[in-house]
């Protein structure tokens, strides 16, 4: 079983800059595929971004070269650094785990977080 923990979602204006981390325990993060995921009010929840177990990783078109997915194996804790926030970055940002699958539907993760809320005014 893996128990994930989100922290450091806000308010920020648009261009600000906020991180996310997910502190996973359970299973050590190089036996396990990592990703965020973000959902905006009224929408489905959408792919952001995945780390593997060799830390390779992977974004969605819309926020390359703005976010930057991490992982600090010593805290069992990955990071999603958000730049350059635009307004439609907005919504909730689930942190997700699958000891097996690599992917981009979220229906390929078996573990997830609660969730933190993202805001970002114009």
């Known amino acids: 079983q893996v128990q994930l923990v989100e922290s450091g979602g806000g308010l920020v204006q648009a261009g600000g800059s906020l991180r996310l981390s997910c502190a996973a325990s359970?299973?050590?993060?190089?036996?396990?595929?990592m990703a965020w995921f973000r959902q905006a009010p009224g929408k489905e929840r959408e792919f952001v971004a995945y780390?593997?177990?060799?830390?390779?990783?992977y974004y969605t078109d819309s926020v390359k070269g703005r976010f930057t997915i991490s992982r600090d194996t010593a805290k069992n804790t990955v990071y999603l650094q958000m730049n350059s926030l635009k307004p439609e970055d907005t919504g909730v940002y689930y942190c997700a785990a699958d000891v097996r699958r690599v992917g981009v539907l979220s229906n390929q993760y078996d573990y997830w977080g609660q969730g933190a809320q993202v805001t970002v005014s114009s």
């Open positions: 780390i593997t177990w060799g830390a390779t990783t």
């Open positions: 359970g299973r050590t993060l190089s036996n396990l595929v």
